[in-house]
């Protein structure tokens, strides 16, 4: 599977964007789907999952009511709605496929349960 992030730029603090993560060459429908951070200086951080069937994501706490991830199985893609963004949140973004099933039920968060990355996307958020 390929993974392509994208839908990133610049915003000013308080704003929202909306990234994107297209997958390729898999069933998509068949595997859970996080999406990762690095701030420079920072090791990668999670953010949010979801399980292949869709549902409720996972939030870190840093995130929670403020982001929204969410998947469109007819579509191969999942997305990650931010909205009230901080200046803490810029970064580059990640989204990780799970190919394994490692992730589900308590690694969601983990970078290790996730076999395939994409590229990132660079979200910077102005003061």
């Known amino acids: 599977v390929q993974l392509q992030a994208s839908g990133g730029g610049l915003v000013q603090a308080g704003g929202s964007l909306r990234l994107s993560c297209a997958a390729s060459g898999r069933t998509f429908s068949s595997y859970a789907v996080g999406w990762f951070r690095q701030a420079p200086g920072k090791e990668r951080e999670f953010v949010a999952a979801?399980?292949?069937?869709?549902?409720?994501?996972y939030y870190a706490d840093s995130v929670k009511g403020r982001f929204t991830i969410s998947r469109d199985n007819t579509k191969n893609t999942v997305y990650l709605q931010m909205n009230s963004l901080k200046f803490d949140d810029t970064a580059v973004y990640y989204c990780?496929?799970?190919?394994?099933?490692?992730?589900?039920?308590?690694?969601?968060?983990?970078?290790?349960?996730?076999?395939?990355w994409g590229q990132g996307t660079q979200v910077t958020v102005s003061s």
């Open positions: 990780a496929a799970d190919l394994t099933g490692r992730t589900w039920p308590d690694q969601y968060d983990s970078r290790g349960a996730y076999d395939q």
């Open positions: 979801i399980r292949y069937s869709g549902g409720g994501g």
